[in-house]
């Protein structure tokens, strides 16, 4: 098997037929030897439907099909898509053909011309979001760049196509947790980044909005740094030089000036700024726990309710 489609589902119905032609076509006299590992990450809608429609009605034995038992997100499905693979390359690629299949025929095209590089990831030189948006995107970027041992490349996707030993050891990092641009960073291999530009949704709306991109980056700069916890130690010791500072002042103006200064409104802010302060930090210290303890429960990533097209050891 030369490829190996990855191609994550959540509630893509009016998808999913389209993007299995578009790849046919774009593949034929191209690529021949691939296969399609859909998975299904719990959809509310008929996706399950048409994708049994698809697995159905296909051609040749070149579509497994993974149904969750609920949504277990975006990652999980990944993951559980790259169990299955078995081609020599896999890609991994959305349904709403935003991330255009012609793309990754030339992904394969640098892997089969290069063998230096072990994988091609597709980046965003110029994004179609709102200006807001794409802010909050690039400064995520340079935060975690900053507070990170691990490079994070602006604007690059899950959209990618990789040898074996890539997808190999991206399985070998089994935490419940994941972050696919990190995990992908972290492992390493010479990763040859190209610029593509991603198309309008066939049909749908987006499934991220605001607050799931935001709680993503937070849990992106979680797992790959360990700055927000040395940042207590920073607050902690500029607190303790603020009030000896402040200390020195008040000793001064009381012996040589005479100044009365009057206690109470001074000794209330200061409590509330340390009290807020220690919460916070407690807040921070909790986000990291409170993954360990989830991580320690030793759950599964993911549970298939059915599955199509694999074999069951």
């Not at 046919?24 to 590992?37: P, S, T, W």
């Not at 947790?177 to 309008?200: D, M």
């Amino acid at each position: 098997m030369k490829l190996s489609l990855v191609v994550p589902c959540y509630n893509e119905e009016e998808n999913v037929e389209l993007f299995y032609k578009e790849v046919a076509k774009c593949f034929e006299g191209k690529i021949q030897d691939y296969e399609f590992v859909f998975v299904n990450d719990g959809s509310k809608d008929k996706t399950m439907k048409k994708l049994k429609e698809i697995y159905k009605n296909r051609k040749s034995d070149n579509v497994k099909l993974i149904g969750f038992s609920r949504n277990f997100g975006k990652e999980a499905a990944i993951y559980a898509g790259m169990q299955q693979a078995e081609g020599e390359y896999t890609t991994i690629i959305d349904a709403d053909l935003q991330q255009r299949p012609e793309v990754v025929v030339q992904m394969v095209q640098i892997l089969e011309e290069n063998e230096d590089y072990d994988c091609v990831a597709a980046f965003q030189e110029k994004r179609s979001e709102g200006k807001v948006l794409t802010f909050l995107k690039n400064s995520f970027y340079k935060i975690i760049n900053t507070v990170a041992d691990t490079e994070f490349i602006s604007g690059a996707s899950d959209f990618r196509t990789f040898r074996t030993n890539v997808r190999e050891a991206i399985l070998s990092v089994s935490e419940y947790h994941r972050f696919s641009k990190g995990i992908f960073s972290w492992v390493g291999f010479e990763t040859k980044f190209i610029p593509y530009v991603a198309e309008q949704r066939n049909a749908g709306t987006s499934k991220w909005s605001f607050r799931k991109l935001f709680k993503y980056g937070m849990d992106g700069i979680i797992s790959f740094s360990v700055a927000p916890l040395r940042m207590a130690t920073w607050a902690g010791t500029i607190c303790a030089e603020l009030a000896l500072i402040y200390m020195v002042i008040i000793f001064l103006q009381k012996l040589f000036f005479g100044i009365d200064v009057p206690g109470h409104a001074t000794i209330v802010t200061l409590i509330l700024f340390i009290g807020g302060v220690q919460l916070f930090f407690l807040g921070v210290l909790g986000e990291y726990i409170s993954k360990m303890y989830i991580q320690e429960k030793n759950r599964p990533i993911y549970i298939t309710r059915e599955t199509y097209g694999i074999e069951e050891d």
